[in-house]
């Protein structure tokens, strides 16, 4: 249907004259596009605005804007139930919204943990009530996070969990991982792991070597990670079902990755902006905003993580935004918790690491913020497509500004960026034909 | 410019590791050091510069002998001392160590000489609160007033420790004494050599100005100085050697190997001796011990610590 042709009852959005980058659908070209009743209409150039007086029908000049598919993270800690003080899925949502994000996948390490269909419900029933942002959840792998029993996962999986993770911690058992991997198999849902044994970890709070020996604090080889990833990686042969490493940190990872993905495995990765930006040494001044978990490692492993991304070999970006109170991170850097809350800034610190230094151009990073995260929980979402669901994000690529976490719509500030001078911001948010959030 | 022209080469209110120090701070810690040595040997045993200041010693680690030991060097100076010990770390019992600081702070103390088992801890207060930090010990990060007492005991021994050679032996992983000593030692350039089974050393880590031997046999021979350190049982992860027995057999200090030592060789522990195991009891006791020189030292050390930093403290307020 053409958009002047809209009879007065329906509403619409025009979204004229900005750069549309669909990687999707291969667009990357001055058009417009034109969301009628929460659908994608048309995508083609100079479609004709709307009747003036119909009032419902909002044209948007977006000349000099970048007009994408809205942002998916595979990874965010929205910490309800249980941690509200950190962050709400109200709070998470509208952060996520103010940043162009249109669907996030939940962790289930929530308290309790997301176990069971009932916790899923939950979580949808909140992001429904926020009317934010899509709000996906994954669901535990094992009961408890323990790494004993299994979950639930069918009824989970029935009630819309978009894969399995212990997310925080790995699965440590292999016998149980590959009961999950299989179990998993029959419900067509990745399972997603946090790769990290934990018996090789230790109780580390950042990188080994010498910043840690110096520091004297216990660290966390890269081994740890790669050890577990070796080992799912041999366990998926054993199973039909895609898997996705989560927040891969290191370039032993890489070389693992790269193998898998020649062996034509069904194995998916994601890499987190602080694995690209910062190094191990920052923990020096024992910042616990650096403290995050896998750590941050070293130049070697950021470079080769970026060249990773460049090789297509990487399939996500993801936060792993994991909001903290101030109060739980003024404390030891051995006490205190893991994480950084990124998301309100994760664009233009995907731009710093990756568009500035010509590792991507905009359509390589809107396919990994978009088409390609889709594709590995299975949604059919990330697109700008004719007759899909309307999430677009309005996006000013020229845009400089100061990161400033006091005024996050998160709940928490444990953001190592602050005062960092990034370039492009997101300007509107649409989330099913909605205007959801507008700068 | 006052400062400057009370010429002091000391301006830093806390001594939160030696890392951090250049070799004349640490030089110049060391000469105030031997001025207070001199206080332990008078009739009356007292000075006056801390006179009307408050010291708490904050120790959430076990102690004696260093809480002991910054307690009279806090004494000797005339400073009133709270003793302030809390076993529980601060994650697993209400309060945090924050928390804890801004307390003792409210009641108007001067000068917090802290042990925690957490690295970083002392320069995380440092960061928070107003009054001087001194590291009493944290996690297996710094001990640096045991890395001066055993600077000042080689020292005062020597004369210098530029071109000694000196092994430190032992769990160096899970070692403050031996990271504090590693500083210290090289920067008034001495050779250090840490020694031990590969699962007590810091890993395979460049950049640490130290060299690294699993073989005590093959340097007992060409070392000045051997620093045997402790084996922490509370600290050792798993089972890091098969055995005390073996482990004795490759690393401890016997009176065999001390055979192929030269007849010099300082032998150096920062206590409590677990005898028989890193140390046989007839070297500790040895013409060769200076083990209880040791810990004389270290309240000449504690003593030139806090006066140092508490001077520094009243000049920056001055300004």
């Known amino acids: 249907m053409l958009f002047d042709e809209l009879p007065t009852m329906k509403s619409g959005i025009l979204i004229a004259n900005g750069h549309v980058i669909d990687p999707a659908n291969g667009i990357d070209k001055k058009c417009d596009v034109s969301i009628v009743d929460g659908i994608i209409a048309e995508v083609r150039e100079n479609i004709k605005p709307a009747r003036p007086e119909a009032s419902n029908c909002r044209v948007i000049d977006a000349a000099g804007k970048l007009v994408t598919p809205g942002f998916i993270d595979l990874h965010v800690h929205f910490r309800e139930p249980g941690d ?106 990745v399972v997603a792991q946090h790769c990290q044994d934990e018996r090789i970890a230790g109780g580390g709070v950042m990188n080994s070597g010498y910043h840690s020996t110096i520091l004297g604090l216990p660290g966390i080889d890269p081994l740890a990670e790669e050890a577990m990833f070796w080992r799912d ?20 990872s890489v070389e693992l990755m790269r193998t898998a993905k020649k062996d034509g495995l069904p194995i998916t990765c994601e890499v987190a902006p602080h694995h690209l930006l910062l190094t191990e040494e920052l923990c020096a ?108 994000a309005i996006i000013d690529p020229k845009a400089r ?13 444990n953001c190592p960026y602050q005062g960092w001078t990034v370039e492009g911001r997101v300007e509107k948010t649409i989330v099913d034909g909605e205007m959801r959030f507008e700068a | 410019m006052k400062r400057k022209s009370r010429q002091s080469k000391w301006d830093r209110k806390h001594l939160l590791g030696l890392r951090d120090l250049s070799a004349e701070e640490i030089t110049y810690i060391l000469d105030t050091a031997v001025g207070f040595e001199q206080v332990s040997t008078r009739s009356v045993k007292k000075a006056p510069p801390l006179r009307g200041k408050v010291v708490v010693n904050l120790f959430f680690e076990d102690s004696t002998r260093t809480r002991n030991s910054f307690a009279l060097a806090a004494n ?85 420790l530029k071109g000694l050679k000196i092994a430190i032996v032992g769990d160096v992983a899970h070692s403050r004494v031996a990271r504090s000593d590693m500083w210290g030692m090289t920067k008034l350039g001495a050779e250090v050599t840490f020694v031990g089974p590969p699962t007590l050393m810091p890993g395979k880590v460049d950049g640490l100005p130290v060299k690294v031997s699993s073989c005590l046999d093959d340097i007992i021979d060409k070392v000045d100085v051997i620093n045997m350190l402790r084996i922490q049982f509370e600290r050792l992860g798993g089972n890091p050697f098969p055995s005390i027995r073996e482990y004795s057999h490759y690393f401890g200090l016997t009176v065999d190997r001390m055979k192929r030592a030269k007849p010099d060789i300082l032998v150096m522990h920062p206590g409590p001796i677990n005898r028989g195991l890193e140390i046989e009891s007839e070297v500790a006791d040895g013409p060769n011990s200076v083990i209880l020189d040791q810990v004389t030292n270290g309240l000449a050390v504690r003593m030139a610590v806090l006066f140092l930093v508490n001077q520094a403290a009243a000049e920056k307020t001055e300004h």
């Open chain 1, 84 to 189: 509200e003080e950190e962050e709400t899925i109200a709070s998470g949502s509208a952060a996520a919204v103010a940043a162009g994000f249109t669907s996030v996948v939940c962790m289930p390490n929530t308290n309790p943990v997301i176990e069971n269909e009932t916790d899923v419900e939950y979580i949808h029933r909140k992001a429904r009530q926020a009317r934010k942002t899509h709000v996906y959840t994954m669901g535990a792998i094992t009961k408890g996070l323990e790494g004993v029993e299994l979950a639930e996962m069918g009824f989970m999986a029935q009630a819309g969990a978009v894969g399995f993770t212990d997310d925080g911690r790995g699965v440590q058992d292999p016998a149980v991982m590959l009961r999950a991997l299989k179990y998993a198999g029959m419900l067509d849902v």
């Open chain 1, 233 to 252: 990686i041999q366990l998926i042969k054993k199973a039909s079902v895609r898997y996705h490493a989560q927040h891969i940190s290191t370039a032993g």
């Open chain 1, 285 to 392: 001044e024992y910042d616990t905003n650096f403290k995050v978990n896998p750590p941050l490692r070293t130049q070697k492993d950021v470079d080769a993580l970026k060249q990773a991304i460049a090789d297509g070999v990487v399939d996500a970006l993801a936060t792993d935004h994991a909001p903290h109170l101030q109060s739980e991170k003024e404390l030891e850097f051995l006490a205190a918790p893991f994480g950084i809350a990124s998301l309100e800034c994760a664009l233009g610190l995907y731009v710093k690491a990756l568009v500035e230094p010509g590792i991507l151009d905009w359509p390589g990073l809107v396919s990994l913020m978009t088409t390609r995260p889709a594709k590995v929980i299975g949604i059919d979402k990330g697109t700008l497509g004719v007759g899909k669901q309307a999430d677009v």
């Open chain 1, 401 to 413: 500004y100061k990161i400033d976490p006091t005024r996050f719509r998160s709940k928490s500030r």
């Open chain 2, 76 to 160: 000797r100076l005339s400073a009133d001392i709270i003793e302030f010990t809390k076993k529980s770390s601060s994650v697993s019992k209400g309060e945090t160590l924050l928390d804890t600081a801004r307390n003792l702070e409210a009641m108007g103390i001067d000068i917090v000489v802290v042990r925690h088992g957490a690295g970083g801890a002392p320069r995380f207060l440092s960061r928070n609160i107003k009054a001087c930090v001194v590291n009493a010990g944290d996690g297996y990060c710094e001990h640096p007033t045991q890395g001066l007492l055993d600077l000042y005991t080689i020292r005062k021994i020597r004369g210098s």
